[in-house]
């Protein structure tokens, strides 16, 4: 902009005058980077429109008023690494190729006080690089400049980098800040990064006082919870290994902090990943005996790849057979939690594995995964996914193999199941559904069947109407506007293509706008009853059916209560369910059998009272 231009927008505008510089900057050639937009260049100015015409990369010749671009608009300087990317491509390349750390030298030119925050310098690079390109680079250029004297780098994302006066060695300083805390946690963590570039026989470091120090914290610290004791002790014995000190005169041991069964679930919780295995080896140590039986409880309560480590701990240490027996035992007792059922689903066809898995890849599987599923949904009252479902809908080949072996009647059964689930949207149930239905053509009743009877209306309590109503208030009040807040944060960070955290707020978006439709769906459908109004002649919604199981001639007593009231553990079941279809409208001495998988029950009535009673 000429200073003509500038001057005639102070006049009609006098609040920009304190802007004036920022406008004198906007001038053809400049490079810029808007908060929506993304990086662009300035073409020219169009005096009889009074806009500015930018090339962004996504929005070519792009008029923008320049009161506005004031608070939307940034003037690169030339050094800034956007701008070098299009004037010296090459140069750009080859420092990221030979000498990252000269790289962020540069880019930290381009700012004020040479200095700015872990998380600019990622956002800045992965425009410069994309987002994929940029992640692979970025884990070996952080090595690179961890190493290099002249850059002070961050302990975490929100504090920055900046350029000494006077290089320090990336050894030096980690000595110094270990030496500079009295912090237990942080000594360890400091103690590891040594460890990480340490070299006996060229380092400058006093590594015997690193040592020393680090092992009186783990020994006196009361910071330390059990697992931060654990991993600190490693990291001490292998300094100590380094410097060939003696392990066995260090307390206390690692063995020792393992040593109580009741502490390992505790610790394992809070244990970083890459030392998973090696805890497992120290549970054989201090429990030779009954190794075994403590990795398999743990196995039962794991998540993530510590399910991993377990099997495979098991399988490498000759218990394959009892681990199959487990799994079965398990898979009756529907005990398989969901991250184990992960495991199995991912391996079912790993040839490593083809003994330990045997015949479990089966229609009883299928029920174990879909029991697991509901019940994650039904102890989360949040939108997050649920991997074992997300499993289930993006393996096409996963409920052909799991339905190998059943039979039509079976498939119906788990079919019914599946339509009952909570753990999946309408749209995922139909979509699993239509596999069923290409196995066995006979289904297609079952998803006619739902079809007939969705706008049936739904019996519930008031207390399961107004928590769903309360549901369906929390999303439209407060998860859909912070959702929407989310995609406008996102959205300012460029490109929306390379844009992971927009992508993933989009997604949550779909899911939080399905489960609004359905909750909508379920409450317009609902009719509230006190349950008064059933008999004592037949079992209707507000029986309490007294029943006698024929496999072992034992009693148990269920409520039938609504739709949304099912409490497992008190017998408290939907009419929805199953069971409480089958028991719709029978009366005492009746007999209905219930199939569940490949397994039946029958149930004869022995009596029947009211609920409200």
């Known amino acids: 902009m000429n200073s003509e231009a500038i001057a005639s927008l102070i006049a009609k505008n006098p609040s920009l005058k304190t802007a004036k510089d920022k406008l004198e900057a906007m001038e053809p050639g400049a490079y810029c980077i808007?908060?929506?937009?993304?990086?662009?260049?300035?073409?020219?100015?169009?005096?009889?429109?009074?806009?500015?015409?930018?090339?962004?990369?996504?929005?070519?010749?792009?008029?923008?008023?320049?009161?506005?671009?004031?608070?939307?608009?940034?003037?690169?300087?030339?050094?800034?690494?956007?701008?070098?990317?299009?004037?010296?491509?090459?140069?750009?390349?080859?420092?990221?190729?030979?000498?990252?750390?000269?790289?962020?030298?540069?880019?930290?030119?381009?700012?004020?006080?040479?200095?700015?925050?872990?998380?600019?310098?990622?956002?800045?690079?992965?425009?410069?690089?994309?987002?994929?390109?940029?992640?692979?680079?970025?884990?070996?250029?952080?090595?690179?400049?961890?190493?290099?004297?002249?850059?002070?780098?961050?302990?975490?994302?929100?504090?920055?980098?900046?350029?000494?006066?006077?290089?320090?060695?990336?050894?030096?300083?980690?000595?110094?800040?270990?030496?500079?805390?009295?912090?237990?946690?942080?000594?360890?963590?400091?103690?590891?990064?040594?460890?990480?570039?340490?070299?006996?026989?060229?380092?400058?470091?006093?590594?015997?006082?690193?040592?020393?120090?680090?092992?009186?914290?783990?020994?006196?610290?009361?910071?330390?919870?059990?697992?931060?004791?654990?991993y600190g002790a490693s990291i001490r014995d292998r300094l100590a290994t380094l410097v060939g000190a003696d392990i066995a005169a260090l307390e206390p041991s690692q063995v020792s902090l393992v040593s109580n069964v009741r502490d390992l679930p505790a610790i394992v919780e809070k244990l970083p990943v890459n030392f998973q295995g090696a805890f497992l080896a120290l549970v054989k140590e201090a429990h030779p005996i009954e190794h075994r039986d403590i990795v398999i409880n743990l196995l039962k309560v794991s998540q993530g790849k510590f399910t991993t480590e377990c099997i495979n701990f098991l399988v490498e240490n000759g218990h394959g057979e009892e681990l199959a027996h487990t799994f079965k035992r398990w898979m009756a007792e529907q005990n398989l939690r969901a991250p184990v059922l992960h495991w199995i689903v991912k391996n079912r066809n790993s040839k490593k594995f083809a003994k330990l898995l045997g015949d479990m890849v089966s229609p009883r599987l299928l029920s174990a995964i879909f029991y697991a599923i509901d019940y994650e949904a039904l102890q989360s009252a949040s939108a997050r996914r649920i991997p074992l479902a997300d499993s289930l809908s993006e393996d096409a080949e996963l409920i052909p193999d799991l339905l190998a072996t059943a039979s039509a009647e079976i498939a119906r059964d788990l079919a019914h199941a599946l339509l009952l689930n909570q753990g999946f949207e309408d749209l995922t149930k139909k979509s699993l559904l239509a596999r069923f239905i290409k196995l066995f053509p006979s289904i297609q009743t079952v998803l006619s069947g739902e079809s007939d009877t969705k706008e049936e209306q739904l019996l519930v309590s008031r207390d399961s109407y107004e928590r769903k109503r309360e549901e369906l208030e929390l999303i439209i009040s407060k998860k859909i506007p912070d959702n929407s807040k989310a995609i406008a944060t996102a959205r300012e960070h460029g490109d929306l293509k390379e844009n992971s955290e927009y992508k993933m707020a989009k997604q949550d978006q779909a899911v939080l706008m399905a489960q609004k439709a359905q909750l909508e769906k379920d409450l317009a459908r609902a009719r509230i009853t006190d349950f008064k109004e059933v008999g004592i002649e037949v079992v209707g919604v507000g029986s309490v059916v007294e029943t006698k199981l024929g496999s072992s001639g034992k009693t148990a007593r269920y409520t039938l209560l609504g739709a949304w009231d099912s409490v497992p553990e008190q017998n408290i079941i939907a009419y929805k369910t199953p069971l409480g279809q089958a028991l719709l409208g029978k009366k005492v001495g009746d007999t209905v059998k219930v199939k569940i998988g490949s397994a039946e029950e029958a149930y004869t009535i022995t009596a029947l009272e009211r609920f409200v009673n």
């Open 34 to 230: 808007h908060k929506s937009w993304g990086f662009g260049q300035i073409k020219k100015y169009d005096e009889a429109a009074g806009k500015l015409i930018i090339d962004f990369k996504t929005k070519p010749g792009h008029a923008m008023d320049p009161a506005f671009c004031v608070n939307t608009l940034d003037i690169l300087p030339a050094t800034h690494l956007l701008v070098r990317k299009e004037t010296d491509a090459a140069t750009i390349a080859k420092l990221a190729s030979e000498n990252p750390a000269q790289l962020l030298i540069e880019a930290l030119a381009a700012y004020p006080n040479q200095a700015a925050t872990q998380i600019e310098v990622e956002i800045v690079f992965a425009q410069v690089f994309g987002d994929e390109k940029f992640k692979k680079w970025w884990s070996g250029a952080k090595k690179a400049i961890a190493k290099d004297p002249r850059i002070a780098v961050p302990a975490k994302k929100t504090e920055c980098y900046f350029l000494r006066e006077t290089p320090v060695s990336a050894e030096d300083e980690l000595a110094e800040s270990f030496n500079s805390t009295r912090s237990a946690r942080r000594r360890i963590e400091l103690a590891e990064q040594i460890l990480a570039t340490a070299d006996k026989d060229s380092t400058k470091t006093d590594l015997n006082s690193i040592l020393a120090g680090l092992a009186d914290g783990i020994k006196t610290s009361n910071q330390l919870d059990a697992a931060q004791r654990l």
